[in-house]
């Protein structure tokens, strides 16, 4: 199979130092402009003949998006421009949410890391994007900005599929938040892949252990990150029960709907999501200070 070949000439690159400037050139372009704040997945994408924009639309230059990560009475709030990096290195971040630090030093190289953004990870919606888990386990809520005003988004109705968002013609992300996990709480991230910091996700979990609470999401079995309700409920019981642990950890499993693909078969990533949901919810429940005995 010949390679396909992409001229990267054929488009132009924008630099507007305002959100209005911005947003005229998203009116004025429509499908043809491509928002970009750290490149990592825009430019692979171009290079392999996934998009075709006319128009990149850089974000940091705008000076109304916040590239900090800052601490408020309830939560975190990502500023859009927050690097991956920024994560990582948070105090904060690395100690109540520990997952998401977890996550985020997991994508890529530190050059990566350095560049790519949690809400650009976020927007392009892929089902392995590392970050996805721990913020469907931390009940994030995506901030939306456009023209008409803003609106509020919880992530898991803002992920719609593969690629696919609830951001509407002109509208950007200008945040993210992360209420604070209970108190006591202890979370973690499990990454499989083939090559380590390198590949992305075969299969992810994120967990989150506060008492007999437990919250479970897992990422690339499905199109979108998946939390089961039901399960997580089984999980918190099985915490003191291993027949009913081993209950939840099946019903989390039968929750996914994995595919076969260059990375992995189905069958694999079904049997592996139940080791990885065991294995971060077992990691979670030993950073808890609110401990119950839990099933390895």
């Known amino acids: 199979m010949q390679s396909r070949v992409v001229d990267m000439a054929h488009f132009r690159v924008a630099a507007p130092r305002t959100l209005d400037e911005a947003f005229s050139l998203l009116s004025s372009h429509g499908h043809d402009a491509k928002l970009v704040a750290g490149g990592t997945d825009v430019l692979i994408h171009i290079r392999a003949g996934k998009s075709a924009p006319k128009l990149l639309v850089l974000l940091s230059r705008i000076g109304e998006l916040d590239d900090e990560i800052r601490v408020t009475e309830t939560g975190i709030r990502i500023g859009a421009l927050a690097r991956l990096s920024d994560v990582v290195r948070h105090p904060v971040v690395s100690a109540r949410f520990t997952a998401l630090a977890e996550a985020a030093e997991q994508i890529g190289s530190e050059q990566i890391r350095n560049r790519g953004t949690v809400c650009g990870n976020v927007g392009n919606a892929s089902p392995a994007g590392d970050t996805l888990p721990p913020l469907y386990t931390f009940d994030a809520v995506v901030n939306l900005v456009a023209p008409g005003g803003r609106r509020a988004v919880p992530i898991a109705a803002f992920v719609r599929g593969p690629g696919r968002t609830d951001l509407a013609p002109g509208e950007l992300i200008e945040s993210i938040d992360c209420p604070f996990p209970p108190e006591g709480g202890g979370s973690g991230y499990i990454k499989l892949a083939r090559r380590a910091g390198i590949d992305i996700s075969t299969v992810g979990a994120a967990a989150l252990v506060c008492g007999d609470t437990v919250r479970l999401a897992m990422g690339a079995v499905g199109p979108t990150p998946i939390r089961a309700g039901a399960a997580e409920l089984l999980l918190g019981a099985g915490l003191r029960d291993e027949a009913a642990f081993d209950r939840g950890i099946a019903?989390?499993?039968?929750?996914?709907?994995?595919?076969?693909?260059?990375?992995?078969?189905?069958?694999?990533?079904?049997?592996?999501?139940?080791?990885?949901?065991?294995?971060?919810?077992?990691?979670?429940?030993?950073?808890?200070?609110?401990?119950?005995?839990?099933?390895?």
């Open 251 to 296: 019903a989390a499993a039968a929750a996914t709907t994995p595919i076969s693909d260059i990375r992995a078969s189905r069958d694999y990533r079904l049997a592996m999501v139940q080791v990885l949901a065991r294995e971060a919810i077992r990691v979670s429940q030993q950073r808890s200070t609110t401990k119950e005995r839990v099933q390895a």
